[in-house]
């Protein structure tokens, strides 16, 4: 039908199940199984993810690189994406065989 909209959301079992899915998993006893190189960057003044979540993130990684930069959004690529973008090109360029 032309000109009618539809709701933009989840229903609320979706909602859920998505929460759970982002926020419920437990995955710390596996990180050691993650061989790949990994960046793991965080915006300093996050206030919803605390900065420790991060670097345990990083160490528990066999081979986790952990980042720090100035913002406090909660997804970091949103207010500091050139920054991101040159950690990125940073971390692939400088493993071995690129």
């Given at each position: ?8 959301g989840?229903s ?7 929460w ?7 995955v ?16 300093r ?9 991060g670097?345990y993130?990083?160490?528990?990684l ?36 690129t």
């Amino acid at each position: 039908m032309v000109g009618s909209r539809r709701p933009q959301g989840a229903s609320p079992a979706t909602a859920k199940a998505l929460w759970r899915v982002r926020y419920g998993a437990d995955v710390r006893t596996r990180l050691g199984a993650l061989t790949v190189p990994s960046l793991v960057v965080q915006n300093r003044d996050n206030r919803v993810i605390p900065i420790a979540h991060g670097a345990y993130l990083a160490m528990g990684l066999r081979n986790g690189s952990f980042v720090q930069i100035d913002g406090a959004d909660q997804t970091p690529f949103t207010e500091a994406a050139d920054t991101i973008a040159d950690l990125v090109l940073d971390f692939v360029t400088a493993l071995p065989g690129t």
